[in-house]
């Protein structure tokens, strides 16, 4: 028989003053982590000065764990602890290239729970030795479009969440504000000549940033426009041109954390206004133009938002347009150091950078963009 009123009238009542206490502490370690940390810098990267035109690149690579990832791991975190998904005991599974999930091991450590991600066997050692210095477990695929079946196989298998980045990063992040990269943005630009940018250009890996900043510019109602570059392989800018939201080449992306092999739930195809195709050698080219220029060390994926960058600066000076263009620095340089920054690895797929190398210094100075046929 039935001991209570509530018993009587069937009610079910989930709640349990020991899981919300833990959840409601896990909250607070990861709010506190943001609430700690500065803001990532915006640097100036040196134009000449008669044309007229800013460009701004926002660090990401300033973050603890190195890379525009932490922002997406902290908010799949919070995510999932508010939809009751994480909990005391949950085992928290990945599928990543790499970069997010050193910053989802991360969060792991500091809310106590055991993180396994599954990963392209080709992921840096670099990256691989970050995920494991913070209590990661790597779990690796030899066919990288594997890794989704694969994440949430395992997740079944331990009983655990599958964070599941490519489905919810553009869900994860207010777009409306908050604090998100977007916002952080615009009130950077503040105090210079052109607040308001022509351009933001970013890549796409879920398509998380992307969303945001598009749905952001919206919402702000600001005249700038997002345009998204692609690398080699990648399913999101023939995806984009069809307009079909199951396009797939199955084929890996050699620019580590962008590119995908079909598209992904996370990419909004709507909220952009631009894509941009970049040959993986232009992605390495100015990646290693803009060391050699400011002595900013930066991985491949800043160097695919740069190629973009200049061929948009380029339509701006053709059209007589002054005005402001932000991009990205994605991650830093030092997980790169057996890939893009090694003349041999580069050799032997058979990457020639010199005809990029060339167009970008040509164009810095003398205002001439004539990139080498594709």
């Known amino acids: 028989m039935p001991s209570t009123p509530e018993e009587s009238s069937g009610w079910v009542d989930r709640s349990c003053a020991r899981t919300r206490s833990w959840v409601d502490e896990a909250i607070r370690r990861v709010v506190a982590d943001a609430n700690r940390s500065a803001d990532t810098h915006l640097h100036v990267f040196p134009m000449p000065p ?12 300033v973050h603890p764990t190195g890379s525009l990832k932490h922002r997406l791991a902290r908010s799949l975190f ?3 602890l508010a939809n009751g998904w994480i909990t005391e005991n949950t085992p928290l599974v990945e599928a990543s290239s790499g970069s997010t999930a050193v910053s989802e091991a991360y969060f ?6 055991d993180f396994i991600t599954v990963v392209p066997r080709s992921t840096s050692p670099e990256k691989i030795a970050l ?7 790597c779990h690796f695929v030899d066919v990288p479009a594997k890794m989704y079946s694969e994440a949430e196989r395992l997740a079944a298998e ?18 409306r504000g908050n604090n998100n990269i977007a916002e952080s943005i615009f009130e950077q630009l503040g105090m210079e000549r052109h607040p308001v940018p022509e351009w933001i250009v970013v890549g796409a890996g879920t398509g998380g940033t992307s969303a945001t900043i598009g749905r952001y510019l919206r919402y702000r109602r600001h005249y700038t426009r997002l345009a998204v570059v692609d690398p080699e392989n990648s399913a999101f800018f023939p995806g984009w041109v069809t307009d079909a939201p ?25 909220v952009i206004d631009l894509m941009i195709p ?5 992605s390495i080219a100015a990646m290693r133009h803009l060391n050699d220029v400011t002595g900013l060390c930066t991985g491949g994926s800043t160097g695919t938002n740069l190629w973009g960058v200049w061929q948009l600066i380029a339509r701006m000076l053709r059209e007589g347009r002054r005005g402001s263009v932000v991009t990205l620095i994605c991650d830093g340089g030092e997980r790169y150091w057996h890939s893009y920054y090694d003349d041999a690895w580069m050799a032997e797929k058979g990457l020639n950078l010199a005809p990029y190398t060339a167009t970008l210094e040509r164009f810095l100075a003398a205002g001439e963009w004539a990139p080498p046929a594709p």
Do not use: N
Not at 50 to 60: A, F, Q, T
């Open 50 to 61: 008669e044309w007229g035109i800013d460009l701004y690149l926002k660090d990401e690579s």
């Open 78 to 80: 919070l995510y999932g």
């Open 108 to 113: 792991a450590r500091l809310i106590g729970l």
């Open 131 to 137: 995920i494991e210095r913070y209590g990661g477990k």
């Open 158 to 175: 331990v009983r655990g969440h599958y964070l599941d980045q490519f489905t919810y990063a553009e869900r994860a992040t207010d777009w």
């Open 246 to 270: 199951d396009y797939a080449t199955g084929m890996p992306s050699r620019i580590e954390g962008i590119g995908r092999p079909r598209m992904e739930p996370s990419f909004v195809p709507s």
């Open 278 to 282: 970049v040959p993986d050698a232009a």
